[in-house]
């Protein structure tokens, strides 16, 4: 039975053995000896291999089978055979190795002192020499990230359609007026919007609106009074802002509903001192 990377193996005695799991789908590709990378994270990648093959692996022949694929992996991956075994020896990096190494890449989002610390990118010719110059100086050395084939072929991920986003502030107008209907939702627009032709496709069949519910029911109610000769374009629901926040989303939607002229909203929102109003409306 995989038990997340471990695999667990009933023997016919009763007893259990345990050893590495992979997917039958798992390519074996790691960072190659030949990628422009500090040597420190390619000995990490294996040395932290090496470590769960001592930990997960419950008998000896599982461990050496285990050792055994991780240096045929690494040879596959351009390594060369006594950097493996040095690294599979040593196991993982201790926190004082990782402190004494003097470097360390730099993530995604990670805040780092600007006094006594120099963040470059990584350049293979030039660590030793900036290394020895952040060592003589008392400078922590980190790396960033520089740009690479997926920042030159994807440099962002592909716009999500307007229906298909979250945590907005939207409009849907009416189709016969210029009435409208302000709201606000933390799941996709599209949800939301359905939602919202339900409760007219049930207004329509019970001629009835509870305008004093817990949710704003303006948008059926408009319809109901127009004897439903009104229609709302749902296919064309304007995002008027993205707030991921709860409570600020709730303030622009109050903002929304007292900018935006003839709205069918019941609920205005958040409360809202009308004396920004005018200054809402001259930065609209």
């Known amino acids: 039975m995989p038990f997340l990377d471990v695999l667990v193996v009933r023997n016919e005695d009763g007893s259990f053995t345990t050893t590495v799991y992979r997917k039958p789908t798992h390519s074996d590709r790691y960072l190659h000896w030949t990628s422009n990378h500090p040597v420190k994270d390619k000995l990490s990648g294996i040395r932290t291999l090496a470590y769960r093959a001592n930990h997960y692996c ?167 009074d127009t004897d439903f000769s009104h229609r709302f374009d749902f296919d064309n629901a304007e995002v008027l802002c993205r707030e991921t926040h709860w409570g600020k989303r709730l303030k622009k939607e109050a903002m929304y509903i007292a900018m935006v002229e003839n709205t069918c909203n019941i609920q205005k929102g958040r409360d809202l001192n009308p004396i920004w109003l005018p200054l809402l409306r001259h930065f609209s």
Do not use: W
């Open 58 to 224: 419950s008998t000896a022949s599982l461990k050496m089978a285990e050792l055994t694929h991780l240096r045929k992996t690494f040879a596959d991956n351009g390594y060369p055979e006594e950097f493996v075994e040095v690294a599979l020896r040593k196991g993982p990096m201790t926190a004082e190795e990782e402190a004494a190494s003097g470097d360390r890449t730099l993530g995604d989002g990670e805040e780092v002192e600007e006094c006594g610390t120099l963040v470059v990118p990584f350049i293979k010719e030039l660590q030793p020499a900036l290394r020895a110059l952040c060592t003589r100086l008392n400078l922590k050395l980190l790396y960033k990230r520089t740009v690479n084939l997926g920042n030159l072929l994807a440099p962002r991920r592909p716009s999500t359609g307007g229906m298909q986003q979250k945590n907005v502030v939207y409009k849907i107008s009416c189709k016969q007026c210029e009435v409208s209907y302000v709201g606000q939702t933390k799941r996709t627009l599209a949800t939301r919007v359905k939602e919202h032709s339900r409760s007219v496709d049930a207004a329509k069949t019970s001629l009835f609106v509870d305008r004093k519910g817990k949710n704003d029911t303006g948008l059926p109610a408009h319809c109901l």
